[in-house]
C-alpha cells in the first residue's frame, strides 16, 4: 500500500506543470495552413485534433497519425507518433515527410489572433507549421 501511496506522488511530481489541450487553448480541430518547405499543401485534406485526454490524431490527407504531445506553457515536443502505413502519392508523400520533419523539431506554440491561428516553432524560432481554427 505504501508503495502505491509513493508512486502516486511521483507521478502527481511528474505531471504537475504540464498541461492537458484543454488547458492550453488547444483542444479542437485545426487545419494546417502552411508547412514549411512544402508549396503543394491541400489544406482541405489536413486535420490536426488535440483531444481533452492530451493526446493529438493527425492527417495531412493519406495516413493517420496519433501522438500524445508533451505541452508545458509555451513549449512543446510531439515525441513518438504513430500512424497508419499507407504508401502516398506524390505529392503527399513529400507533405507527409515534411510534417514529420516538422513535428520532430517543433520545441514551441503560440496561439494567436484570438485563438484561430495556432503556431508550430522551432527551437530558434523559425516557423514551421502554421495552423487555422476550424469552426
Known amino acids: ?21 484543454s488547458d492550453t487553448g ?8 502552411s508547412l514549411k518547405a512544402v508549396d503543394s ?5 489536413t486535420e490536426i485534433v488535440f483531444l481533452k485526454d492530451g493526446g493529438v ?3 495531412v490527407g493519406c495516413n493517420r497519425m ?4 508533451e505541452i508545458k506553457n509555451s513549449m512543446i515536443e510531439f515525441g513518438h507518433v ?8 506524390p505529392p503527399l508523400d513529400s507533405v507527409e515527410m515534411h510534417f ?4 520532430d523539431a517543433a520545441r514551441s506554440y503560440t496561439v494567436e489572433d484570438s485563438g484561430k491561428v495556432l503556431m508550430f516553432s522551432s527551437e530558434d524560432g523559425e516557423a514551421l507549421v502554421r495552423l487555422v481554427r476550424v469552426e
Do not use: N, Y
Open 41 to 45: 499543401l491541400d489544406s482541405s485534406k
Open 100 to 103: 514529420h520533419a516538422a513535428l
Open 82 to 89: 504513430a500512424g497508419t502505413l499507407m504508401a502516398c502519392p
Open 1 to 21: 500500500m505504501r508503495t502505491l501511496a509513493i508512486m502516486a506522488l511521483v507521478l502527481s511530481f511528474v505531471t504537475m506543470g504540464m498541461a492537458g489541450a
Open 66 to 69: 496519433r501522438g500524445s504531445p
Open 57 to 59: 490524431a493527425m492527417t
Open 26 to 33: 488547444l483542444e479542437g480541430k485545426w487545419r494546417i495552413e
